[in-house]
């Protein structure tokens, strides 16, 4: 009779599975709780022991590391030396292995989970079994995932259970064990961090850190300062993806998760200024993102007024000498190279979504004009930088940009012009160079309207709705040039 290992932490479906083997002739051997519900169920099992002839020992600690578990599961059946050696050793063929892993991550998300707790769920056996039969896939079926029983039942019974079958199966075994071991890891590195609190005082948090890559949040070197809050690390991530995505000297200020200003120039001070000046008031308080290194005269800048957080690749000691002064001002080190793979996750309740992050590709050359007015070389500077930083912007988000800086932000309102009104209201000046960027299209010819009766002559939108031609008619009836990317910056 072929022979199968059953020993599982998920039992969902087990019972099944295993009355489904026996009636395909498969002899079953098992451990702990899976041998319990099984037996329960009425269904012939056997103890490892009975393979072993060894007890389990150290409170199960050690139970399937022996060699006729190992020796049954790796023997390579095209070499006849290895199955002398197993009748040599009175040593049977295991032709499946059923295993999933102790519940190590559900266990050290528990905010009171110990270290000892950790500990008892790393499982030993279940790895060094899960590996030797997906090792020995030419030969042994190796299941750990429930969703796959009913396939592998449907396959033995059509004798479709082939190589190039198994070996899928193979795939899934090392992505399971390398997310276990992956996990194992962060937990004992301290990659859980606790905080203080999370967006508010009646919230508990904690930091973990999935990746310690120097071009991420999580991987910043601290320079300076107490330790981040829940909502600065969130504030400082937005403000950190903006600031990667411009190659010349940019600096950007966040708010709230929202950019404040944002300024470009010919140096990191200059672009500096820019940001300050595109919102002096909202910027106090801060987190502010610089994509080059931060000398003493900019230092002094930063120094002038209140920030939370200041990050840029490198601080130069005079740099430091300055900022330090003040005791709590965080000081992050970041690499500011692009991770263009990233992910991003958001809890919900039950689960959580996972998207790529929106790295934006578009050109100059990919977007049309659609007016009768082109826009000049200043309104497609003001407009291309306006596009990276809406973005970056809450939806609904429309925003005000000449070539070196924002002029207005209006960010986060249930309909586009409530955004817009709010960017004009805001703006530090409107002139022939300013243009409005919008994160989605016009439902409707209103927002164009409103742009034109400030001076608006130029407008940056994706383009896509019914009434597309209802808002290029409007800004023909004004002069105003209007480009559509064919892409929208939602961010929710």
Request: hydrophobic letters at 40%.
């Amino acid at each position: 009779m072929k022979k199968a290992i059953l020993s599982v932490s998920n039992k969902a479906g087990i019972v099944d599975f295993a009355r489904a083997l026996t009636e395909l002739d498969y002899e079953l051997y098992s451990t702990g709780g899976t041998m319990r519900a099984i037996e329960e169920a009425g269904v012939p099992v056997q103890s490892i022991s009975k393979l072993t002839q060894f007890d389990e020992i150290m409170d199960g600690r050690v139970k399937t590391l022996h060699p006729a578990v190992h020796g049954g599961i790796l023997a390579d059946r095209d070499k006849p030396e290895h199955l002398e050696q197993l009748k040599a050793q009175d040593i049977d063929l295991i032709d499946m292995v059923v295993v999933n892993l102790y519940p190590f991550q559900e266990t050290v998300t528990n905010p009171d989970v110990t270290e000892m707790d950790a500990i008892e769920n790393i499982d030993i056996g279940g790895p060094t079994m899960l590996r030797a039969a997906a090792k020995n896939f030419k030969h042994v079926t190796t299941i750990v995932h429930p969703e796959d029983y009913a396939e592998v039942i449907q396959r033995l019974r059509n004798d479709e259970l082939d190589e190039a079958y198994r070996k899928s199966l193979m795939i899934k075994v090392f992505e399971h064990t390398n997310a276990y071991d992956h996990a194992i890891v962060n937990f004992f590195k301290d990659s859980k961090e606790s905080l203080r609190y999370g967006e508010n005082p009646q919230q508990s948090a904690y930091f973990v850190r999935e990746s310690e890559a120097p071009n991420t949040i999580a991987g910043a070197k601290q320079l300076h300062g107490k330790q981040l809050s829940f909502n600065n690390i969130k504030d400082a991530d937005s403000a950190l993806t903006l600031a990667k995505s411009f190659e010349q000297p940019a600096a950007v200020a966040v708010k709230h998760m929202n950019p404040c200003g944002v300024g470009v120039g010919d140096t990191i001070e200059e672009a500096y200024n820019r940001a300050y000046e595109a919102d002096s008031q909202s910027i106090f308080g801060g987190i502010v993102a610089l994509n080059r290194p931060v000398g003493k005269e900019l230092a002094e800048q930063l120094h002038s007024i209140f920030l939370e957080v200041v990050i840029a690749p490198e601080f130069s000691q005079d740099a430091l000498d300055v900022l330090q002064q003040k005791k709590n001002i965080r000081l992050l080190e970041i690499d500011m190279s692009v991770n263009d793979d990233e992910e991003e996750f958001v809890s919900v309740s039950g689960g959580y979504l996972v998207q790529e992050k929106d790295h934006s590709t578009i050109t100059r050359e990919d977007m049309k004009v659609v007016t009768d007015a082109e826009p000049t070389e200043a309104q497609w500077d003001a407009m291309l930088l306006g596009w990276k930083v809406v973005a970056a912007v809450k939806s609904n988000a429309v925003i005000l940009s000449n070539p070196q800086q924002t002029v207005g932000i209006g960010a986060g309102q249930m309909n586009r012009v409530g955004s817009a009104e709010i960017a004009i209201e805001r703006a530090i000046g409107i002139d022939d160079n300013v243009a409005m960027i919008s994160d989605g299209f016009f439902p409707m010819d209103d927002t164009v309207e409103l742009a034109a009766k400030h001076g608006i002559k130029a407008i940056i939108q994706p383009g896509g709705s019914i009434k597309d031609q209802d808002s290029i008619d409007m800004a023909n009836k004004h002069g105003i040039a209007m480009v559509t990317t064919g892409e929208r910056h939602f961010k929710h």
